[in-house]
């Protein structure tokens, strides 16, 4: 426990150094909800049955958020250690492997529940959304987010092989899930290809769970269709963890 | 009491052996210097010691333990030091220290270390910031922290000018004095000549010698005699160079040998003879 809290003071300063990763994962989807917000918060979207929307931005933009931060910024930046020989180099330290994992990860829990945090006061303060009130839900909804892509997140390191090709490959990814998944906008108007394509994305049924329980006051278990594609993700990202986690470079020789 | 103890050890890839088989033991207290061209096995060898590669036959016993079975008491008595930097590019040199102490139960005071690895002007600086000099002596100062008995080094001083070689030269030294066992991978001569007690040269995943510096020139290499006779340069290796010099001086018949030299083998004579370079 004194190891984790330790692990997790180190990591909580390590993001916060990273001007480049902060932005990226931390203000960009704050900025973009600021953005949107301004040029259509106040029109009513029809397609989701009339509701306003700088709501449903709202809501999207924690799905974005969790993404950004636990899925690509995660991501990212276990591949730059792993290659730089970081995560080798604890290796060898009396560091439990298990309690460094769970180090970065609460630290990543904690970014993004200030950006959730940050994201609905904006929202409260510029665009008169009201905070939800299912707060348990939203708490249980935030937390299997983090966890689910955290897990998609570790998983994808193994498959990323260069510290080069980490940002690249892992934007390549999380960018267009985010727009197909319909977190700026609503899916409903989408062709039917990308319907199909946004229909498997966990990111799809993360933000229909953010905004069953932000905009419409659901409890969390009101869709475990929802809950259940989310959680199959997040398997799929631990089996693939385990499988290709990696702590030392790619060898040179 | 010996701190490593190596019998038979073997690594393959594949189909391809990379060590082939060998033995050596390390004192406490002791520098043990591996010494060898690229891709003679010394990085893998030393990797099966620290625990990140598993062996493929062989016994290792590191500090009494089979690395491939150690945990954190273990780990608590190690300090490494990889092949290449591996330190986190914004923190500081003294928060970098303070990040990996905190790793362990019982860690060295930063501010010691600071001085002990030079960079005292340097202790607010982001790592970033560092020469590649600098960045080196973080690695050797975060492989001290815990305070380790046993100290990996491999290829500590790669890349360095002559003076930053000399300066890390004194901190190994140093580690020395405090009784601290050392093994020490590289390819500089002399280094190995300067700081190893012992020294072994690895060559295609064997060693073909072992001992001391001052054994390993005295055993191994001939002595070179150099001298003029008319107009040309003479070149003459021997076991025996008093032998051979006393009858090159009654050959010579009272007169002067030109430009005589006698040169005894340095490590690098026996090296290069051994390895084939």
């Given amino acids: ?253 | 009491m010996s701190v490593i103890s190596v019998r038979g050890l073997r690594k393959s890839y594949g189909g391809n052996e990379a060590v082939r088989g060998i033995d050596f033991e390390i004192r406490a207290g002791e520098v043990f210097g591996l010494l060898g061209p690229n891709g003679a096995g010394k990085t893998t060898t030393i990797e099966i010691l620290e625990g990140y590669r598993d062996r493929s036959g062989g016994e290792v016993e590191v500090l009494g333990i089979d690395p491939q079975h150690a945990g954190r008491a273990w780990r608590e008595k190690l300090g490494v030091v990889l092949q290449s930097s591996s330190l986190y590019p914004n923190l500081t040199v003294r928060e970098s220290l303070r990040t990996f102490g905190g790793y362990y139960t019982r860690s060295r005071n930063v501010s010691e270390v600071i001085e002990i690895i030079g960079l005292g002007d340097k202790a607010d600086a982001r790592v970033r910031t560092l020469s590649g000099g600098q960045k080196r002596r973080l690695d050797l100062g975060i492989a001290l922290i815990g305070d380790p008995e046993l100290i990996f080094l491999d290829e500590p001083t790669t890349g360095f000018d002559p003076g930053a070689r000399r300066a890390a030269w004194e901190t190994i030294r140093n580690l020395r004095s405090l009784g601290k066992t050392i093994l020490l991978t590289t390819h500089y001569l002399d280094e190995a000549e300067q700081l190893a007690d012992r020294v072994a040269v690895l060559r295609g995943g064997e060693i073909v010698r072992e001992g001391s510096p001052a054994e390993l020139t005295s055993a191994s290499a001939e002595t070179e005699i150099r001298f003029r006779r008319n107009g040309s340069v003479i070149v003459e290796r021997t076991k025996e160079p008093t032998q051979r010099l006393h009858e090159l001086i009654h050959e010579a018949g009272g007169a002067e040998l030109d430009e005589l030299e006698v040169r005894r083998p340095t490590l690098e004579d026996v090296y290069l003879e051994l390895t084939g370079e």
């Fill in chain 1, 1 to 253: 426990m004194r190891l984790w809290i330790h692990e997790l003071r180190i990591e909580q300063l390590l993001f916060w150094r990273n001007r480049e990763a902060a932005f990226f994962t931390f203000f960009l989807p704050v900025i973009f909800f600021l953005i949107f917000g301004s040029v259509y918060g106040k029109d009513i979207i029809k397609k989701e049955g009339g509701i306003k929307a700088s709501a449903f931005l709202e809501a999207g933009m924690i799905g974005y958020g969790v993404a950004a931060t636990c899925f690509a910024g995660l991501g990212i930046t276990l591949v730059v250690r792993r290659e730089s020989g970081v995560l080798k180099r604890i290796r060898a330290t009396p560091l439990p492997p298990a309690t460094y994992i769970l180090g970065v990860l609460g630290s990543t829990f904690v970014v993004f529940m200030i950006e959730a945090f940050l994201i609905i006061a904006i929202g409260r303060t510029l665009f008169s959304v009201a905070v939800p009130n299912a707060l348990f839900s939203l708490l249980f909804v935030l937390a299997l987010g983090a966890l689910a892509f955290a897990a998609i997140g570790l998983g994808i390191t193994g498959l990323v092989r260069s510290s080069e090709g980490s940002s690249a490959v892992i934007n390549a990814v999380y960018l267009p899930m985010a727009i197909i998944s319909g977190t700026f906008f609503t899916p409903k108007g989408y062709p039917s290809f990308l319907r199909v394509i946004a229909d498997v994305l966990p990111l799809t049924h993360y933000t229909k769970l953010t905004r069953d329980v932000m905009i419409h006051n659901q409890h969390f278990w009101a869709d475990r269709g929802a809950i259940g594609v989310v959680a199959l993700w997040g398997a799929i990202g631990v089996v693939a963890a385990i499988r290709g986690f990696r702590w030392q470079p790619r060898e040179a020789t």
